[in-house]
């Protein structure tokens, strides 16, 4: 087994994987604490661990869902992996070589409960990652009435945060992992039930992670195999730093727009159920003041290569582009 090192979630202690970089602790502050508003407003991640965002689904596991949840579809995606590496469908034709990371399917949750009981003996792990939505049971409903609302509400107020986008219901196997990626939308992350590591890195570290091309269909994922990191090819994944937490039930965590965010379901202690609250970002702001923040200049890099792209009108010929406007130019 690979290095480890512990970690807790406030509670409890883990055995997890050391990876090759160096990380600090996330703060886990009181909903209380002007602190931890300080650090929502400031776009700094916390670990909130007593707003009982979600305590009206504290109940939740995995038999209350199957007999509550009605006969909808579940988004499920399924992987030979222990790595759930998100792409987009409709991204795929622009980059030919493209091999799909991981399959998807919708099931019903009756299905997906028997997907994960066979699963395990054919090697095949899954994840349902869907949206709740009105075709929910009523007993589901009224949990999900129960959210605090009137916190996040305010959060999502006081921040100039824009709309709320989707309510994302995921349930994992112990030991998938969500790949390093990053979002272009706030998020409030609610533990329900398990236990789950985050590594996160601020938009600065943009150049020691080298995403994928935006054309490409893993656009906002990092290339860099945090298992088996090519120093080659990623030299500057050396100099990565970052943070690190684990939550656990009742825990949210802040991820703020732009940060990148990996996540594991701790291996052996079970499957893990989450809630993820996502609003989009605020809006740009009339006066640009100066110097730009790291995340305005993610966005800025996002704008250049969608142009380019876009003018090449052929994602072959963008590389050599790039390559020709900075190589030996810019050093
Ligand atoms: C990319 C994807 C499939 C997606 C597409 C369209 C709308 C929403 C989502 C969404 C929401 C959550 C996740 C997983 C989660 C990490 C974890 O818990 O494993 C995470 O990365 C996050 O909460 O940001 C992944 C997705
Ligand atoms: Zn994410």
């Not at 596991?61 to 998100?86: A, P």
């Not at 999900?144 to 100039?160: E, I, M």
């Not at 789950?196 to 994922?221: A, M, V, W």
């Not at 702001?285 to 009108?313: C, D, F, G, S, W």
């Amino acid at each position: 087994m690979s290095q480890t090192t512990r970690l807790t979630d406030g509670r409890k202690s883990f055995e997890v994987k050391k990876y090759t970089f160096a990380t600090e602790v996330i703060p886990r502050l009181s909903c209380h604490d002007p602190e931890c508003e300080e650090r929502i407003a400031n776009g700094l991640p916390v670990v909130i661990p007593d707003v009982n965002l979600v305590a009206s689904a504290r109940h939740w596991n995995i038999d209350y869902l199957h007999d509550n949840i009605g006969d909808g579809k579940f988004m499920t995606y399924f992987s030979s992996s222990k790595k759930f590496k998100y792409y987009d469908d409709k991204k795929c034709p622009n980059v030919k070589s493209f091999k799909k990371p991981m399959e998807q399917e919708e099931l019903t949750f009756d299905d997906f409960v028997q997907k994960i009981n066979k699963g395990k003996s054919k090697g095949q792990r899954c994840y349902l990652q869907q949206t709740l939505n009105e075709t929910v049971g009523k007993n589901i409903v009224s949990d999900f009435l129960g959210f605090n609302w009137n916190w996040v509400t305010a959060q999502q107020k006081k921040n100039s945060f824009g709309p709320l986008t989707n309510n994302m219901l995921l349930i994992g196997q112990e030991g998938n992992i969500t790949p390093v990626h990053y979002d272009e939308q706030e998020n409030f992350f609610a533990q329900v039930y398990g236990y789950k590591r985050f590594i996160l890195f601020p938009p600065e570290e943009f150049p020691n992670l080298y995403p994928h091309p935006t054309y490409h269909p893993c656009d906002r994922q990092s290339q860099v195999d945090f298992d088996n990191a090519d120093f080659e090819k990623f030299p500057k994944f050396r100099n990565a730093t970052g943070f690190e937490t684990i939550v656990g039930p009742g825990d949210v965590l802040y991820i703020p727009i732009y940060w990148w965010h990996q996540v594991e379901s701790i291996p052996i202690e079970g499957h893990t159920i989450s809630v993820t609250f996502w609003y989009k970002g605020r809006p740009t702001p009339e006066k640009v003041t100066y110097p730009l923040n790291a995340h305005q200049k993610v966005a800025m890099m996002r704008n250049i290569e969608k142009m380019i792209a876009q003018a090449l009108n052929n994602p072959d010929e963008v590389p050599e582009f790039m390559q020709n406007m900075v190589l030996g130019r810019y050093t």
